[in-house]
């Protein structure tokens, strides 16, 4: 490897700094091969357990002449996924990193890797049926990962927003989120594994993309796991009767948020008044409800929260207000169920409530299941309610893995590219949960296992890497090495 030493021709000017009480502060470039991201070898380490990036250039065709190839598919691949697991979501940041001691080492090359022009002409040549073999390969990577059959698997569908750059290929304006973008569907495990990522226009409809993706995913687990239970939770954006039909006639398990109205709130409506009456009974003040459990004056739900708000404004504490709020505010709940039947269902279905009372009125939340037994409780807490976990894996993989720079002109390499952050996720989580630190955020992860000080000496008969001796997560990291 090349030396990175800075020359003394080369310096402009030394860095220099006084504080007081203090000798001088003199900077230099000079520090030899000192990387920053010390950990990628974990990175690593994952990859080769589940084979993820051999398994997905056996997907990726490459039509470039064999003899003027000079970086190949998978150390390209390798380099994108580690970069923007490392938080070097661009290609731009390529320019630069292709000289980094440690990336190379972690890509397994000897000399310069890849630069953004290549890394981009990568990303372009793929195709639709390249990004179907990659779909099913998240499929297969769970299945293979997981050595013991599953008696039940439970899944979490749900959709986000990636906004558009400019006019690309099959943007489409989205009512629901009031801007031009595209509206990924992901699918996770309950140990947060995605299980499926697929790029959709910001407009398509939702509930036809479901039933194709719940169509082959199903045709997919089935084939390795044929006994084994499917349930799915999704919000109210998924209730409809058509995939309704297409879970049951799979037998598989749901567990569906839907919005509210006349015709639930009519069954609701008892237990509503239930609550009114026992919090009422406390002394307690509320807003004033009609028919079906509704507001009857729609302006006293502002001014019950008005009234919170002044609560909140006049507690005694100097701190932790809002904690005495909660402590003090009166919570009301009850659970109940009803078989209600849509005019466009096939079939009558089980409803479960749940109706919180407040100071600020009802709040009543319904979930359609197919489910026989279980009280209506313990399938909204502990069936339904943990469906809200997949929303912090999308914020990894939006917020902290940015998966939503899909600003190439074509879809298809768009799609991909969502591949590429999906695949940088799936690493980190393969390193956190084997190394028991599932809750563990990436952002935390990326911190405290991968941004590392590191001197890489390149010596006769290995490489040997320093890492930095007053790194605080020494701990974490050596048992993140011995696990994965």
């Not at 709940?333 to 407040?358: D, I, Q």
């Not at 000080?453 to 605080?472: D, M, W």
Request: glycine share 6%; aromatic share 12%; proline share 3%.
């Amino acid at each position: 490897m090349r030396q990175s030493k800075t020359k003394s021709d080369n310096k402009q000017g030394q860095m220099r700094l006084d504080l007081p009480n203090l000798k001088p502060i003199v900077l230099e470039f000079d520090g030899g091969r000192v990387c920053s991201d010390g950990g990628l070898l974990l990175l690593r380490k994952a990859d080769q357990i589940l084979g993820l990036a051999e398994n997905a250039c056996s997907s990726i065709t490459d039509e470039r002449r064999p003899g003027a190839i000079k970086h190949k598919a998978i150390e390209m691949f390798r380099q994108r996924i580690y970069g923007i697991a490392a938080g070097y979501e661009d290609c731009n940041d390529a320019s630069q990193l292709r000289f980094d001691a440690m990336h190379r080492l972690a890509i397994g090359k000897d000399r310069a890797l890849a630069s953004q022009p290549s890394l981009s002409r990568f990303e372009n040549q793929a195709d639709s049926i390249t990004n179907a073999a990659l779909q099913k390969l998240l499929i297969h990577t769970y299945i293979k990962r997981t050595r013991k059959t599953p008696q039940v698997l439970r899944l979490a569908m749900d959709t986000t927003c990636d906004e558009a750059y400019g006019r690309q290929q099959m943007i489409e304006f989205s009512g629901f989120y009031e801007t031009y973008c595209f509206a990924p569907l992901f699918i996770f495990t309950e140990d947060g594994f995605p299980i499926w990522a697929q790029l959709r226009p910001g407009a398509a409809n939702v509930i036809q993309d479901a039933i194709r993706a719940i169509k082959l995913l199903v045709k997919e687990i089935r084939l390795s796991w044929p006994r084994t239970r499917i349930e799915l939770t999704a919000d109210a954006g998924f209730a409809s009767g058509e995939f309704f039909d297409v879970l049951e006639d799979r037998d598989i398990t749901y567990f569906i948020a839907a919005a509210g109205h006349n015709g639930f709130q009519y069954h609701a409506e008892k237990t509503v008044f239930k609550c009114k009456d026992e919090f009422e009974a406390f002394g307690c003040q509320s807003p004033a409800l009609k028919k079906y459990g509704l507001y009857q004056n729609p302006g006293d739900r502002k001014a019950a929260l008005r009234r919170k708000e002044q609560t909140m404004r006049y507690a005694s504490k100097d701190e932790g207000r809002m904690q005495e709020l909660f402590e003090a505010e009166l919570h009301i709940r009850k659970y109940g169920e009803f078989s209600y039947s849509a005019r466009e269902w096939r079939n009558s279905r089980r409803v479960v409530f749940r109706v919180e009372y407040t100071m600020i009125g009802p709040d009543t939340r319904f979930v359609i299941t197919n489910h026989k037994n279980g009280s209506p409780r313990k399938l909204y807490e502990k069936r339904y309610c943990p469906r809200a976990q997949c929303e912090n894996w999308i914020k990894d993989l939006k917020l902290y893995l940015q998966s939503g720079r899909t600003s190439c002109q074509e879809f298809e390499a768009n799609q991909f590219r969502l591949f590429l952050h999906v695949f940088a996720y799936i690493l980190t989580w393969e390193v956190r949960k084997r190394a028991r630190l599932k809750a563990m955020t990436v952002e935390t992860f990326r911190l405290q296992l991968l941004k590392i000080g590191v001197l890489v000496k390149q010596r006769s008969r290995n490489f040997s890497l320093h890492l930095a001796s007053e790194f605080p997560w020494q701990e974490q990291y050596r048992i993140a090495w011995r696990e994965t």
